[in-house]
């Protein structure tokens, strides 16, 4: 964590310093934790990447006025967290069952184990959009991310014991949620 | 039942490894003993191991650099065009900025010649000569002066 948190905190020296590449090897760093966070809050592909590249523009933007008092990783998914919160204020709909199901249909044919492998990504995508976006993002930066309740409960600004609710609330929905679907 | 309460309450802390040595003791117990619990342990436990095991999305390394770059060069650009204020912009939103700013300097100048027609005209001498202010010929007078 210290080594992670070193790391981050040198490519930070080296932006400020005038070095673009301290920048881009934040963004190469977490891009890929970024998008899946994203799209597990929101559900579609081609948006994700758009919300996560507006995400790390913000950070360009205001990396200098960082304190550094918090984790970079903290700092940086409270940005992404609230970008993608504005995207789903202005569009309500979560992808849409269709959409999700069509996604698992394999372009060629390929085995049965895939696709079924793919129907089922599909129907957790589902039930995960179905959580309350409220709940959303908790059960998502700790089962997606691995974080600790602290550091959800700094990045989603509430209270550890408001972090355990919002969990056990959407643990609780996606437990009905999946219960609708045979075999998963 | 009270019990059962008290368990179901911090279940999703134990099952994240997030409880206290205290708490993990009871529920370990109590889980021992609790069918109708033990059953609520393992949905949950199931709702998670679903979401831990989503496909991971993976970029290729530098897709991201890429694409923010273009991004930075292109805001850079119209900053130092003299119109900051375009970086913000989208594109569809600087095409459209001619059309009010047109407006309202066609809606200037209309107001600028009714005005000018409403009064008695009078040469530009005259109009200098009076004394009597109007828009013509005080542009006139500062641009006589400055030439001068």
Known sequence: ?184 | MEECAKVKKILSRYLDQEASSADTVLIKTHLDNCPFCEKEFLELSRAKELITGKEIKALPPDYLVCRLREKIASQRQDSQEGFPWLAGMGNLSRRLIPVPVTAVLLSLALLILTSQQSTTSYSLEEDMLSGTQTTTATAAGLILGMQS
């Open chain 1, 1 to 184: 964590m210290k080594n992670q948190m070193d790391e981050d905190t040198l490519y930070i020296e080296q932006f400020l310093g005038g070095q673009e590449k301290g920048f881009e090897m934040l963004v190469r760093k977490y891009q890929n934790k970024v998008l899946n966070i994203v799209y597990s809050l929101i559900g579609q592909d081609r948006e994700s990447e758009d919300i996560m590249q507006e995400s790390f523009m913000k950070v360009y933007k205001s990396l200098g006025s960082f304190r550094q008092s918090s984790k970079f990783s903290t700092w940086l998914y409270r940005i992404v967290v609230n970008t993608a919160y504005d995207f789903m204020r202005g569009r309500k709909s979560f992808i849409s069952n269709t959409e999700a199901l069509e996604m698992s249909v394999a372009p060629c044919a390929g085995p049965r184990d895939l696709l079924l492998t793919s129907e089922k990504e599909a129907m957790v995508q589902i039930a995960l959009g179905n959580i309350p976006l409220k709940f959303r993002a908790a059960v998502v930066l700790k089962d997606i991310e691995g974080l600790s309740y602290s550091e959800i409960s700094k990045i989603l600004g509430c209270s550890i014991g408001t972090v355990e609710s919002k969990i056990y609330r959407a643990r609780q929905f996606l437990k009905e949620e999946l219960l609708k679907f045979k075999g998963v």
